[in-house]
């Protein structure tokens, strides 16, 4: 009894925490799922159990295939090129360099300024006309004497989704840098000097000292941008509205609930959503929860 | 820092070599042309928002004004008031009362626990990784019901998005609160028991005094996400509770609006995260890295 007296008023306190998150997030993931899970595809109607009816119709439209092969490009180009940009920079400023300051405010700010309005600007960046009507980077690309650059940025049938990653990256990548530098300054000098003592030049460091205590980070950095990926939403509304030609998943979900009044299609669609970021990221806090518990 | 540049002292005899001679020079030349390249955006956005209507087409966009005005300025402000104002009304008290929730948990979650704690921060942590649009359909009817219940407007107003980002902001606010509050020796709590405090007193006489950094990790994080969200405010809001946000992505699609008034509502919608940024970068920073699940 005693100790009961002694947690029960942290218990308290927590639960109305604990009461918003299991009505909010998990109660309404399971109310999503049983919305997608019916035939309610107007606004007025009830709706009944159909099982996974809509989990597979919706393969039979073509707009879903396109927006999902849409997200996967995006996924691809955006998480590899912030990674690798972010890793660049890192790695180009981790030995400490005159004026690290000023770099590192200068990559972060994009982070702080919301897609919605940095989107303004790229829209007219990546304006798709060349040649004589060329504007935007396609003109910049002319001043520099590169025109066979210049191309349809996020327009190009086949893979605007990868021009629609620049700007995410361009937001992103200076996170994943200070992640890295982070990382980078957090392997002991006292190991690069012993391995450096036993002969190894810089790159054998690099590699075999360096390399494998980022990979944590990397983990890190992967999931976060995984998850701000596969949900991308602000920044397509901001570049290129509802227009079929970068269609994703977030998009589709939009106008299914605005445009069409079809709740159970939009449900199905968020959970699809949903489902493609749990399959990574429940794994992740498992194994991050385990390993908190070992250490 | 101070510890970067120690490292640089200590590892310079080693590195004395023809390589390292010439990355003296590369690093800091690579990382001023990516500050240029980040900094593109910024141009575009600064000049055009300074030009007169005559000049601000997308073919000129590249040149500096020939004549400098604010006209611009003046109305995009007009245009965007009622949103920063919704903004400001939905940011500040939002941020305020994470804060206050994001506190009392951490401090449960990390001094004083009750049986289970561990799983309940994991089952919170997974709250922070959801993509929201698996919440948004079922959301929208809740907030409906729950204010026909209540006889409050919380469907298409403020305070209903208000509750939107505080209650799906407990899960980041916890985390950082926890991971602060973990570094506080046990020895104090103890003591403060010993002595016969409660759990209350103890919070407030121990631990809070010492909490104001953490405070303004989660009370800049919140605000930069409160003021940047899109999504939560698409869905939830009406048209005269729209934040800047919304109001913004309204005048940018608007293809009658001058690209010059664009970019200038664009920098306007900006300004108050990116102050937070430039005075406060450095709890900025924290709550990033927060967000990577490193406390």
């Not at chain 1, 019916?38 to 295939?65: A, K, M, P, T, Y």
């Not at chain 1, 300054?185 to 810089?202: F, T, W």
């Not at chain 2, 405090?197 to 005094?209: D, K, V």
């Amino acid at each position: 009894m005693r100790r009961v007296r002694r947690w029960l008023p942290g218990l308290l306190l927590v639960s109305p925490s604990i009461v918003a998150i299991a009505v909010f997030v998990y109660g309404l993931l399971g109310w999503n799922f049983k919305v997608a899970m019916s035939d309610q595809h107007d606004e007025i109607s009830q709706g009944s159990f159909v099982r996974l009816e809509n989990f597979i119709g919706i393969w039979e439209q073509e707009r879903w295939g396109i927006s999902v092969r849409h997200a996967i490009v995006f996924t691809v180009v955006f998480v590899g090129g912030a990674l690798v940009l972010g890793w660049f920079l890192a790695f180009l400023m981790e030995k400490g360099i005159r004026g690290e300051g000023g770099f590192r405010a200068v990559y972060l700010f994009p982070m702080a300024v919301s897609f919605i309005a940095t989107g303004v600007v790229w829209r007219w960046l990546m304006n798709s006309g060349t040649g004589e009507r060329a504007v935007g980077l396609n003109s910049l690309l002319h001043y520099l004497g590169l025109d066979f650059l210049q191309w349809q940025w996020f327009r190009d049938p086949d893979w605007g989704m990868a021009a629609m990653a620049i700007p995410a990256i361009w937001q992103m990548s200076g996170y994943v840098m200070a992640l890295f530098l982070a990382g980078f300054r957090g392997v002991p000098e006292e190991l690069r000097e012993s391995a450096r003592v036993d002969g190894c030049g810089e790159w054998q460091v690099y590699r075999y000292i360096v390399l494998p205590m980022l990979r944590p980070v990397t983990l890190s950095a992967l999931i976060i941008l995984g998850h701000i990926s596969l949900k991308v939403f602000d920044l397509i509304v901001a570049v290129s509205g509802k227009q079929i030609i970068t269609d994703v998943p977030a998009i589709f979900m939009w106008t299914a609930v605005f445009d069409s009044h079809d709740p159970a299609k939009g449900a199905t669609i968020a959970a699809y959503i949903v489902l493609s970021v749990a399959v990574f990221v429940i794994p992740y806090l498992v194994w991050n929860a385990r390993k908190g518990k070992r250490s | 820092m101070s510890v970067a540049q120690e490292t640089v002292r200590r590892t310079a005899p080693v590195e004395r070599t023809r390589g390292a001679a010439v990355a003296r020079w590369v690093r800091p030349a690579l990382l001023l042309i990516f500050v240029v390249v980040f900094l593109i955006p910024v141009y575009v956005l600064l000049v055009t928002s300074f030009k007169p209507l005559s000049e601000a087409d997308p073919g000129q966009a590249w040149n500096l004004p020939k004549v400098w005005t604010t006209e611009a300025w003046s109305v995009a402000w007009e245009k965007l008031e009622p949103g920063i104002v919704n903004s400001v009304l939905l940011a500040v008290p939002g941020s305020l009362i994470s804060a206050v929730l994001g506190s009392m948990n951490g401090y449960v979650l990390s001094k004083w626990r009750f049986p289970g704690a561990d799983v309940v921060f994991t089952l919170f942590l997974f709250g922070m990784f959801i993509p929201y649009q698996g919440v948004m359909i079922p959301l929208v009817q809740l907030m409906v019901n729950l204010g026909e219940t209540l006889g409050v407007d919380l469907y298409g107003g403020i305070p209903g998005l208000t509750l939107a980002h505080v209650v799906y902001g407990i899960p980041i606010c916890t985390l950082i609160f926890r991971n602060y509050y973990v570094t506080i020796p046990d020895e104090l709590v103890e003591a403060s028991r010993v002595d016969g405090a409660g759990m209350l007193r103890t919070f407030w006489s121990i631990i809070l005094p010492v909490s104001g950094p953490a405070f303004a990790v989660v009370i800049i994080w919140q605000f930069t996400s409160m003021w940047n969200d899109f999504l939560f405010a698409v869905f939830l809001t009406a048209p005269s509770s729209w934040p800047t946000t919304v109001m913004l992505n309204n005048i940018a699609g608007a293809q009658t609006v001058p690209y010059s008034q664009q970019m200038a509502a664009a920098i306007l919608a900006s300004i108050p995260t990116m102050v937070v940024y430039v005075l406060l970068g450095r709890f900025f920073m924290r709550g990033l890295m927060a967000g990577a699940l490193k406390g």
